[in-house]
């Protein structure tokens, strides 16, 4: 009995040893009370090295998401596509947004600053079976996608799926076959066996290489394509963080893409183990409500979060939208809110900012010459502002801070950037005073250290309401900025009880109103 006591002991010290690795693998690491992560999707990095020292970390932004570092197929027809970064021909570090001693100087500096790096990995499969051979990699090495030969890594025939996938085209054509998704071509991509210990070994050395550079954690493309299993033992064969900028024995954040709104047989539960799983749920539903379409009302999300149905919160990375469903790809549809509706995008960011629920992500794009077809976008393949031989224009920024040259820089619209600061310095309160009409006028609080106002409806807000917060004067930082002693936007009076009157119309280039601790005069 005895050697049963010690071999339950022994199982459960295991178990607590795997649900430890997981939870450790949704800790973002997050420096100086930061929060919120930007994704400046395709950005190069000696831009984004420049944009950690001189904006995000002056302006409280925890860390950024980066496009795949790693080499890929480069296509002139169509012209170099933003999606040639999600067809990986190996694990070299050159890619279009520059090379590993332009990544690592980046790393460095933007961890100097306290600011984070999450790398996109594309570890589900390698470029399409048609992307065919040669030297069009960014890299500029030889591969052959029809001989499924990447010798940079090495990958040969013998390390992708093809046997185990049992439709007629080699592709996914039933995603109601969870055998299917995971063992067939996403889209003709060519699906690496991830259950064979060799390619687990590959894959998790490109990761460690990035690890011990410094990046902080990882957004793992595709992972409803991939076995958990197999992911948990890769995952697993991860170095801990970088002692020079995390504290020992730290995990690598993990944060996986998958695509569950429901109704399929694989569902997002099965990740959460491994790390945080992208909520899509929210931004599809929350574009939906503030473009008050379905009878949607902004007054039902008074439980918004898991009172929605969402993942549970220690689980989820949210986001209005990302770089797939901002062109209508992935999930969500039309409803996504995206910077071409500047009004409700900012109100929808806003919202997701001064919400407790999950790990906050803020979109970056670059514009592109939309083409609407029978309600479908046929440029939605346009990849980032570039010169005329397909290198990636550089960032400049204008002298009110805004970005030019096709880049829309979301992050540093003054109505996203003070709410990211916002979230900060409310940060751990909890969801607190909540109002609203019945309609789509809400208003809620953090505690006592951060109150926010919504006037959604198609008529004047004018109202009196309990903040929670200590009395004073506060700037609004949604309509200026506290500057000095003064505010450059509205002013709102909280009396010593706590209550204030907030009028908001619903002409307002921005119809809400945020106030906090900071924002005090």
Known sequence: SDIIFQHHIFKLFILLALLGLGAAQHNPHTKHGRTAIVHLFEWRWADIA??????????????????????????????????????????????????ENELRDMITRCNNVGVNIYVDVVINHMCGAGGGEGTHSSCGGWFSASRKDFPSIPFTNMDFNDHKCRTGSGDIENYGDANQVRDCRLVGLLDLALEKDYVRGKVAGFMNK?????????????????????????????HNLNTKWFSGGSRPFIYQEVIDLGGEPITSREYFHLGRVTEFKYGAKLGTIFRKWNGEKLSYTKSWGEGWGFMPDGNALVFIDNHDNQRGHGAGGAAIATFWDPRIHKMAVAYMLAHPYGVARVMSSFRWDRNFVNGKDQNDWIGPPSHGNGATKPVPINPDQTCG?????????????????????????????????QSNQVAFGRGNRGFIVFNNDDWNLDVTLNTGMPGGTYCDVVSGNKDGGRCSGKQIQVGGDGHAHFKISNQDEDPFVAIHADSKL
């Open 405 to 437: 040259d096709g880049w829309v820089c979301e992050h540093r619209w003054r109505q996203i950037k003070n709410m990211a600061t916002f979230r900060n310095v409310v940060n751990g309160q909890p969801h607190a005073n909540w109002w609203d009409n």
């Open 50 to 99: 420049a944009e950690c020292e001189r904006f995000l970390a002056p302006n409280g932004y925890a860390g950024v998401q980066i496009s795949p570092p790693n080499e890929h197929i480069t296509l002139t027809s169509p012209w170099y596509p933003w999606w040639q970064r999600y067809q990986p021909t190996g694990y070299n570090l050159c890619s279009r947004s520059g090379n």
């Open 210 to 238: 990035l690890v011990d550079m410094g990046v902080a954690g990882f957004r793992v493309d595709a992972c409803k394509h991939m076995w958990p299993g197999d992911l948990q033992n890769t995952l697993g064969r991860l």
